[in-house]
């Protein structure tokens, strides 16, 4: 690969960053004012509220960058860039059509894998660094959910890996079928319950429970440093929502995948997300105890059936 072309496609990864958070930021002010009747996300800038996200990111700007004296300051200032960094470099190997992807990776479907879990490190920093009882809290239960939901997402794309017979998300598209639609289901559906919970997005807020703990872990944060942890949510959301969308939906396998295979692996994120979205206008949150027994007594099991059972075609398809 030449310079010319690693820029190119550096280039591109940094403008999908930059693009598909705020579309998806933009779609959430829309359907959770469409699902509650909310008014002021329809009127900002007229026609049907198109500058609402620009007048939160003005909001955001105009907010005082503050330090909490008791705070770990090179900590807490260092917290909110992780999530970003860390879901910029899960968004460069996620193939989006064939060749059309930002970096080769051999396992890339470990390595996204192990910089999504790294960008919830940035959470736990947020929560240790900000010197406030209730950031703490919120930090301890971050840990504790990050431990309960990676494992039965790890679990579930492992059988995924299993299914393919390879640890490359390009290796799993070109080996995806069909079939795959039914007897790949369970896993997916432990797969979304996971990366929402993953994104510590409703109705897996524990960390944040803005009724119990202010706003967590994000207590002590304002201005253009609360609004980094924002995008790194809706980038996880775009990160997530891509990923089901080449391991289970097939990625770039439609009617014309031959020239517009990136529009469908787009499509289908698009439709994953709005799921996403949809389950936090439509769910109530979780208590503590509720969210861990939805990890172990529920997704674990179900992520290892789903495991034995994609073992078991596997060994008889082979034969």
């Known amino acids: 690969m030449t310079l010319s072309e690693i820029v190119v496609r550096a280039v591109c990864v940094l403008v999908a960053f930059l693009v598909l958070p705020l579309l998806v930021g933009q779609t959430e002010h ?21 500058a609402q ?16 004296l008791a705070a770990d300051k090179r900590v807490f200032r260092l917290a909110p860039a992780l999530g970003i960094v860390a879901y910029l470099l899960a968004l460069a190997v996620i193939p989006f059509g064939p060749g059309f992807y930002g970096a080769t990776v051999p396992a890339s479907l470990v390595f996204l894998l192990a910089v999504t879990g790294f960008g919830t490190v940035g959470t736990l920093m947020a929560g240790w660094s900000s010197g406030n009882k209730y950031a703490l809290l919120g930090g301890l ?9 990676e494992l039965p997402l790890i679990l579930t794309c492992a059988s995924f890996a299993i299914a393919a017979g390879s640890l490359s998300l390009t290796g799993i598209l070109h080996a995806w079928s069909p079939w795959w639609l039914l007897w ?6 432990v797969l ?3 990366a929402t919970a993953e994104l510590q997005r409703p109705p897996f807020d524990m960390p944040v429970a803005d009724s119990e703990l202010v706003m967590g872990p994000y207590t002590e944060y304002t201005g253009l440093r609360f609004a980094l942890f924002l995008l790194a949510e809706y980038a996880g959301i775009v990160v997530m929502s891509l990923l089901l969308s080449v391991l289970y939906l097939g ?13 469908w692996t787009l499509l289908k994120g698009f439709v994953i997300a709005v799921l996403i979205i949809w389950v936090r206008v439509a769910w109530p949150r979780l208590r503590e105890d509720q ?9 674990v099991p179900i992520a290892l059936f789903q495991l034995a059972l994609t073992a078991v075609v ?4 082979n034969r």
């Open 30 to 50: 829309k359907v959770m004012a469409h699902m509650q009747g909310r008014l002021g996300p329809m009127e900002a800038g007229g026609f049907h509220g198109w």
């Open 53 to 68: 996200l620009v007048a939160d990111g003005i909001k955001f700007s105009q907010k005082e960058d503050i330090v909490p």
């Open 141 to 149: 239960r971050s840990a504790a959910q990050l431990v309960s939901y």
């Open 184 to 189: 790949q289901l369970p896993g997916a559906v």
């Open 192 to 194: 979304v319950v996971a």
């Open 251 to 263: 990625g770039w396998h439609g009617p014309f995948p031959g020239t517009v295979g990136w529009l």
């Open 291 to 299: 969210l861990q027994r939805v990890a172990w007594l529920g997704l």
């Open 314 to 317: 596997v060994v008889v398809m």
